[in-house]
């Protein structure tokens, strides 16, 4: 009986184990080889889309005075929506090059954009953008449009602009105008006469 | 005796509502700009958050003369929110509402808000929403603010200016409301420029009060 379970059951046995080797091992590779696969083609969204190359020129509106001028600013072509929003910003905050008194906030950063589903283009700012603004109602109205004007001049498929202060919603910059609504509603409309 | 009986009924039949009242102006308020941590520009060593309380003030008591009641959205130095002046305002009933600030130049300027809608685009929600408030009253603050713009120059003899701009504290108000920047630059606001300029925007409640 014994002799019976010995060498014929080890007959039996060794070819299974070889087959659940191999199986396990085919299993193993085959996800191996599609997760590969598959993290090849996830990052093909809108960050990545366009490549990075020469230099580009972009139109910057800063507020001088009492009105809007533009200006153009050359920068290293941008690869995606987001990184040209960023290079548009980080040129505004940069000020005019033009003489004349603008009010552009000394010290201001960008810390982030973000693109929200509903086309609004979040731009997140440091609290110096808020805290060295020393300007009337015009001052305030022109910073703010300038700042539209440049992102949606530059920017692809921005539907509108949402400012955020240190990550969070900000009730108003200079105590004149609101920033709780996205700005396109706000800044569409000047009329200043004598 | 007689006299004294009737110069009294004389001047209340004939020169109070004509002084004060004939346009049913009986509760005024005034915003003054800024306050708190928000200094708002400075006028040499002056911040607009003290030239625009101490101005307010100074106004109150020429209005409160002329028999209106007069409210601030602030009375002392403290940092109010746009939301909080609108709701101080909204429960204030206002018939006449001025916000006051300083230019950054040297001209005076007066707002009246701006509505990017007509109210034909308006849903039911957005026409009465407290930011559609100015609506009805856009016509008369365009007539108060070019009154009060004409005492300013006559009184100054500064440059007016008159825009339209997207101003929060003015859309909720469901009177006639402007926003007045007094210049910044070529002022002493010492206290005697103050009294003028409260003097000068009272005068102008006043005309167009007459009207």
């Given at each position: 009986?014994?002799?019976?379970?010995?060498?014929?059951?080890?007959?039996?046995?060794?070819?299974?184990?070889?087959?659940?080797?191999?199986?396990?091992?085919?299993?193993?590779?085959?996800?191996?080889?599609?997760?590969?696969?598959?993290?090849?083609?996830?990052?093909?969204?809108?960050?990545?889309?366009?490549?990075?190359?020469?230099?580009?020129?972009?139109?910057?509106?800063?507020?001088?005075?009492?009105r809007?001028?533009?200006?153009?600013?050359?920068?290293?072509?941008?690869?995606?929506?987001?990184?040209?929003?960023?290079?548009?910003?980080?040129?505004?905050?940069?000020?005019?090059?033009?003489?004349?008194?603008?009010?552009?906030?000394?010290?201001?950063?960008?810390?982030?954009?973000?693109?929200?589903?509903?086309?609004?283009?979040?731009?997140?700012?440091?609290d110096?953008?808020?805290?060295?603004l020393?300007?009337d109602?015009?001052?305030?109205?022109?910073?703010?449009?300038?700042?539209?004007?440049?992102?949606l001049?530059n920017v692809?498929?921005?539907?509108?602009?949402?400012?955020?202060?240190?990550?969070?919603?900000?009730?108003?910059?200079?105590g004149?105008?609101?920033?709780?609504?996205?700005?396109?509603?706000?800044?569409?409309?000047?009329?200043?006469?004598? | 005796?007689?006299?004294?009986?009737?110069?009294?009924?004389?001047?209340?039949?004939?020169?109070?509502?004509v002084?004060?009242?004939a346009?049913?102006?009986?509760?005024?308020?005034?915003?003054?700009?800024?306050?708190?941590?928000?200094?708002?520009?400075?006028?040499?060593?002056?911040?607009?958050?003290?030239?625009?309380l101490?101005?307010?003030?100074?106004?109150?008591?020429?209005?409160?003369?002329?028999?209106?009641?007069?409210?601030?959205?602030?009375?002392?130095?403290?940092?109010?929110?746009?939301?909080?002046?609108?709701?101080?305002?909204?429960?204030?009933?206002?018939?006449?509402?001025?916000?006051?600030?300083?230019?950054?130049?040297?001209?005076?300027?007066?707002?009246?808000?701006?509505?990017?809608?007509?109210e034909?685009?308006?849903?039911?929600g957005?026409?009465?929403d407290?930011?559609?408030?100015?609506?009805?009253?856009?016509?008369?603050?365009?007539?108060?603010?070019?009154?009060?713009?004409?005492?300013?120059?006559?009184?100054?003899?500064?440059?007016?200016?008159?825009?339209?701009?997207?101003?929060?504290?003015?859309?909720?108000?469901?009177?006639?409301?402007v926003?007045?920047?007094?210049?910044?630059?070529?002022v002493d606001?010492?206290?005697e420029?103050?009294?003028r300029?409260?003097?000068?925007?009272?005068?102008?409640?006043?005309?167009?009060?007459?009207?």
């Open positions: 009986m014994d002799n019976s379970k010995g060498p014929g059951g080890f007959r039996i046995f060794m070819p299974t184990v070889v087959f659940l080797v191999l199986f396990a091992g085919g299993i193993a590779a085959g996800y191996f080889f599609f997760m590969k696969t598959t993290q090849k083609k996830a990052p093909e969204g809108p960050e990545t889309a366009r490549p990075a190359g020469a230099a580009t020129t972009i139109q910057v509106y800063f507020p001088i005075e009492d809007l001028q533009a200006e153009d600013r050359q920068v290293p072509r941008p690869p995606s929506k987001l990184a040209s929003a960023r290079a548009t910003v980080e040129e505004f905050l940069k000020g005019p090059k033009t003489a004349g008194d603008s009010y552009v906030p000394e010290g201001a950063r960008l810390l982030g954009v973000y693109d929200g589903e509903d086309g609004i283009l979040y731009i997140d700012l440091s110096e953008f808020r805290r060295n020393k300007v109602a015009l001052g305030e109205f022109l910073l703010l449009r300038g700042l539209y004007e440049s992102v001049t692809y498929g921005v539907a509108d602009v949402k400012i955020l202060i240190e990550r969070a919603e900000t009730e108003t910059l200079g004149h105008i609101s920033l709780m609504r996205p700005l396109g509603e706000t800044v569409s409309q000047t009329l200043v006469e004598e | 005796m007689r006299r004294f009986f009737a110069g009294f009924i004389v001047f209340f039949l004939v020169l109070m509502p002084t004060a009242l346009r049913g102006l009986d509760t005024v308020v005034l915003d003054p700009g800024h306050g708190g941590y928000d200094f708002g520009v400075n006028s040499g060593d002056s911040r607009e958050k003290e030239i625009t101490s101005i307010a003030k100074k106004l109150k008591s020429f209005l409160r003369e002329e028999g209106r009641k007069v409210f601030l959205t602030r009375e002392v130095d403290r940092y109010l929110s746009l939301a909080d002046r609108r709701d101080r305002i909204a429960a204030s009933s206002a018939d006449l509402f001025m916000s006051l600030h300083l230019s950054d130049s040297e001209s005076a300027m007066i707002y009246v808000t701006w509505y990017k809608e007509t034909a685009d308006l849903s039911l957005e026409y009465y407290i930011d559609s408030r100015q609506r009805r009253y856009l016509y008369e603050s365009r007539v108060f603010a070019g009154i009060v713009g004409e005492a300013l120059g006559t009184e100054f003899g500064v440059t007016v200016y008159y825009g339209e701009l997207p101003l929060p504290v003015l859309s909720a108000t469901g009177a006639p409301a926003l007045v920047e007094l210049p910044s630059r070529g606001y010492n206290a420029t103050m009294l300029f409260a003097y000068a925007l009272g005068i102008g409640m006043q005309a167009y009060g007459q009207q």
